[in-house]
Structure formats: structure tokens, C-alpha cells
């Protein structure tokens, strides 16, 4: 893949393939060739997200459905404001199967997170108006019959914006900080090639090198706890045994 440098002189791709899975709509698929002030934009962006609770993954017993959805919510603010202020350059008129920054964030923000937001924010907050004074509201809401599902669509739509944010590292020329920084980088086993939505088999960095790579580093760990239980078994040994053997 060609790169280019900016001003700053950190490399960049002058062009990558998208591909995202968004739910009610299908897949969006293009060539993103994109100009200095989207790499600028597609950083801001790319912070807001990798620092929000929106792509942090919620466990069964883990997180908070009504924080979940907030982050959501307040994407759409972030949004319109990096758009505001670089105005259309973000947004360039382009040919059939190209991508732009702007083209992107609103597809993301209107396709799939106001669906999801506009179903389920107000049946949560129905069911938030039922809590009894003084209940817990972290065990009120994991009582709702409703979570288990809510959850899941949680899930669906935080792997669009993985996807998204995958795309705006790779744009803006960034490390991927969704990562653990004590994971390798890249992947051993995969370059940094087109960006596409991950949790999709074989469509690049994604959960799927995610386990491998965590199953690659915990068996490492456990061949060096073992090597190291060896190394002081050796030297306790060495220790008790007699002068005299040990002569």
C-alpha cells in the first residue's frame, strides 16, 4: 500500500479499503483516498472513540446499560462539532465506491446508532422510572428482562464502531489504541492491509487475531511460569544439599 507523509511527517495511506457491517442497512464498502484535513479529523474522532465507553466490551455481568447508551448519545455531539469546524473538505463530492470522512460519520450516527438509541433509550427510561426508592440502580437494571437482549444489540453496534475506528487509525496514520499496549503490533500473523469491520471472519484485525494473540501470549506466560518454577526448584535443591555433596 502507498503511504504519504503530512506536514508533520508521519506516514499515512493515501488510500484504504472500508468495509462495515451496519445493522438494517447492510454492508458499506469503499475506497477511502483521503486529503490532509480528513487525517486531522479522523484522529479527533478516532480519540473520542477510543476513550469512550462505546467500544469497551460489556460482559454479561459487566458495565452499565444506561452508561453504554449514553456514550452513544454524546458521539453524536462530537460528531457535528469536528464536522462544523472543518467544514466540507471533510465531505468532498467523489465517484461512485469512494468513501469520505464525513460520508462515514454520518452513516455510522444515523444508521446505526440513532436506530438503536431511538428504540431503546426510551423503553430504558420507562423502566428506570419503575425503580423503587433506595433499590440499587446497577441491580435494578440487570434485573430488567430486557438487558440480556439490549445487550446484544450493544454488542452488534459497538462493532461498527470499532470497524469506523479502525478505518480513522489507519487514515490518520495512528497506532491502534483500542489495543492492550502490551499486545504485539501489528499482528504477527496479518500487516496493516484494508481496514474492514471486524468480528467478520477472515476481514482482518478484529476479534478473531484478538483471541488468537491472547492465546499465543498466555501460552507463552505459562511456558515462562514453568521455566522459571524449574530454575528455583534447581536452586532450592542446590541449597539444602550437604557440603559434602556439594563438594
Known amino acids: 500500500m502507498r503511504r504519504m507523509r503530512n506536514a508533520a511527517g508521519r506516514a499515512g495511506p493515501k488510500q484504504i479499503t472500508v468495509r462495515l457491517a451496519i445493522p438494517l442497512l447492510g454492508e458499506v464498502t469503499g475506497v477511502w483516498e483521503p486529503v490532509e484535513v480528513e487525517r486531522k479529523a ?5 480519540v473520542e472513540l477510543a476513550t469512550r465507553v462505546s467500544t469497551v466490551e460489556l460482559g454479561p455481568d459487566d458495565g452499565f446499560l444506561r452508561e453504554a447508551l449514553t456514550s452513544f448519545y454524546s458521539l453524536f455531539g462530537t460528531t457535528r ?8 473538505d ?3 463530492r467523489r465517484g461512485h465506491g469512494h468513501l ?11 444508521q ?13 427510561a420507562a423502566y428506570e422510572a419503575l425503580r423503587p426508592s433506595g433499590a440499587d440502580p446497577v441491580a435494578y437494571e440487570r434485573g430488567w428482562e430486557h438487558a440480556a437482549e439490549l445487550r446484544g444489540e450493544i454488542a452488534t453496534v459497538r462493532e461498527v464502531l470499532i470497524g469506523l475506528a479502525n478505518a480513522l487509525a489507519e487514515v490518520a496514520g495512528s497506532a491502534d489504541l483500542l489495543r492492550p499496549a502490551t499486545m504485539p503490533y501489528p499482528p ?3 500487516g496493516r492491509g484494508d481496514v474492514r469491520n471486524p468480528g467478520r471472519p477472515g476481514n482482518g484485525p478484529g476479534p478473531s487475531w484478538s483471541r488468537s494473540a491472547r492465546k499465543r501470549r498466555a501460552s507463552v506466560s505459562s511456558r515462562s511460569r514453568s521455566a522459571a518454577g524449574i530454575r528455583r526448584h534447581s536452586a532450592c535443591a542446590a541449597c539444602t544439599r550437604s557440603p559434602r555433596a556439594a563438594a
Open 42 to 46: 479522523a484522529w479527533e474522532l478516532y
Open 81 to 88: 462539532d469536528i464536522l462544523r469546524r472543518y467544514g466540507p
Open 90 to 92: 471533510v465531505a468532498p
Open 100 to 110: 469520505t470522512f464525513g460520508a462515514l460519520a454520518v452513516t455510522v450516527l444515523n
Open 112 to 124: 446505526a446508532l440513532r436506530p438503536l438509541l431511538a428504540d431503546w433509550h426510551p423503553r430504558l
Open 188 to 190: 504477527p500473523e496479518l
